[in-house]
């Protein structure tokens, strides 16, 4: 039994320690004063660990220019819709003290060519979703990404990780 227990811990240290996964997660519904609907915002999740600590979270969904998720700009912000081609809903974090900043995560976004736009109302409407509160994502930041007719794929490179392409 000591025998296995050696191997399993040497095992266990030369082990890859960065790993990433990518996975679906769905954000069912919305509202928008008296109207409700049951329309589903798809997100592409990408997790980066350490040694199996977190290091770095992302979701990213497309907002459709049709879709009832629109409902949530305000009327400046509605200019969006016509200027950007495609737009999506970013909500990373990453863990304090952590080799992953944020800096770094959108430094990628925008070698990708998409840009941060501002839209306070919109996503305060994000932050306060059910689904948003129920995965607890209250430490996490959303944003809007403007992107361009080609923006379905963002490419993700950092430091010591294998290179993520995520196909939007």
């Known amino acids: 039994m000591k025998l296995f227990s050696l191997l399993f811990l040497l095992a266990c240290s030369t ?3 960065k790993i990433t996964y990518q996975g679906k ?3 069912q519904g919305g509202r928008y004063k008296m109207e409700t609907w049951d329309e589903k915002l798809e997100y592409e999740r990408v997790s980066w660990y350490s040694q199996s600590h977190l290091d770095f979270d992302v979701f990213l969904a497309e907002i459709k220019k049709d879709s009832k998720f629109t409902q949530w700009f305000s009327g400046s912000e509605k200019q969006y819709l016509g200027e950007c081609d495609k737009l999506y809903i ?3 974090t990453s863990n304090f003290g952590r080799v992953i900043t944020d800096g770094m995560y959108m430094s990628q976004v925008g070698k990708n060519n998409f840009k941060e736009i501002i839209t306070p109302h919109f996503l ?3 932050k306060l979703h059910p689904d948003y509160i129920s995965w607890n994502l ?3 930041k959303p944003r ?3 992107g361009g007719q080609t923006a379905d794929i963002i490419t993700i490179d950092f430091p010591s990780f294998e290179t993520i392409k995520i196909k939007l």
């Open 15 to 17: 082990a890859s320690d």
């Open 25 to 27: 997660v769905y954000f």
């Open 90 to 92: 970013s909500i990373s």
């Open 124 to 126: 305060e409407h994000v």
């Open 138 to 140: 209250n430490m996490y």
């Open 144 to 146: 809007l990404l403007c």
